[in-house]
Structure formats: structure tokens, C-alpha cells
């Protein structure tokens, strides 16, 4: 079975319910505006490949690896390039993370998926729509569920 990934409705029409982290990319001595969609249905982390064209940024080919779209069907082409990106947050964070380069919907130029929720495992506030990163400081016993 070839490998794929999944990129969710939610990635493709943003609304007032959506979660979208207004991020910095670092780039070039630069820094660039990245509005990113959290969306915990998509596997892994997405940029939109217009973005990545007007800003030069450098990429990296990697075997094809289908894109399953929200419908369940496979989108017409296959995804072969990557790019590493330093990404900082508004929280002060900046992370390298990979980002697999597709066609996104203009709302928003990237999408972090569930690869990212997993693995830095964040607060989340849904009503003022930010995140905080755990820290060994973090009272977590504080966070009545």
C-alpha cells in the first residue's frame, strides 16, 4: 500500500469556528505572515504551494505520496515536494517542522495537522483561539476539564 495523507474539509473553508494561528515564518533573514489552519483531521502539515512559489522558498523532492481529500476521494495529482520551515508562534515558540506543498484555499497558507497536535501535545483555547505549548513550568492539575 503506497503511503497518503489526508487533507480535511475544514482546510478548505474557513469560518468563524475555525482556529487559525497567525504564525511567522522565518525566511531569508525575513519574516513572513503564515495565517495556518489547526485541523486535527488532517494527518500532517500542509503549505499552500502558490505561497511557496512567490516567496522562493526552498523545496525538497520526495517520492510521490497521494492527498486524500475531505470526500474521501484522491486528488488528481500527487504530492513530491516538501519544504523544512522555521515557524514561530505568537506564544514566542519557534519550531523546524515539515510541511508537505499542495494547493490550499486562499483563507489561510498552511494547515498543521494531527503529526503536529501529537507531537507537541498543546493547550487550546477554543474560545479565545490560541494555544500554549507544555512546559515543565505547566500546572496542568490547574486545567479543570
Not at 500532517?44 to 486524500?68: G, H
Amino acid at each position: 500500500m503506497e503511503k497518503e495523507v489526508k487533507l480535511n474539509a475544514s482546510s478548505l473553508t474557513v469560518d468563524d469556528r475555525s482556529l487559525i494561528l497567525d504564525l511567522t515564518l522565518l525566511h531569508n533573514g525575513h519574516s513572513l505572515s503564515l495565517p495556518t489552519l489547526l485541523d486535527s483531521g488532517s494527518t500532517d502539515n500542509f503549505i499552500d504551494k502558490a505561497f511557496v512559489f512567490n516567496n522562493n522558498i526552498k523545496t525538497s523532492s520526495i517520492s510521490p505520496i497521494n492527498l486524500r481529500l475531505f470526500d474521501g476521494s484522491l486528488a488528481p495529482h500527487a504530492i513530491s515536494e516538501v519544504a523544512l520551515l522555521d515557524v514561530r508562534f505568537t506564544s514566542g515558540e519557534t519550531l523546524q517542522l515539515t510541511f508537505y506543498i499542495t494547493s490550499l484555499d486562499s483563507s489561510c497558507h498552511a494547515v498543521l495537522g494531527y503529526s503536529f497536535l501529537s507531537c507537541c501535545n498543546l493547550l487550546i483555547n477554543w474560545v479565545m483561539k490560541t494555544i500554549s505549548f507544555l512546559t515543565a513550568d505547566t500546572d496542568v492539575s490547574s486545567l479543570a476539564i
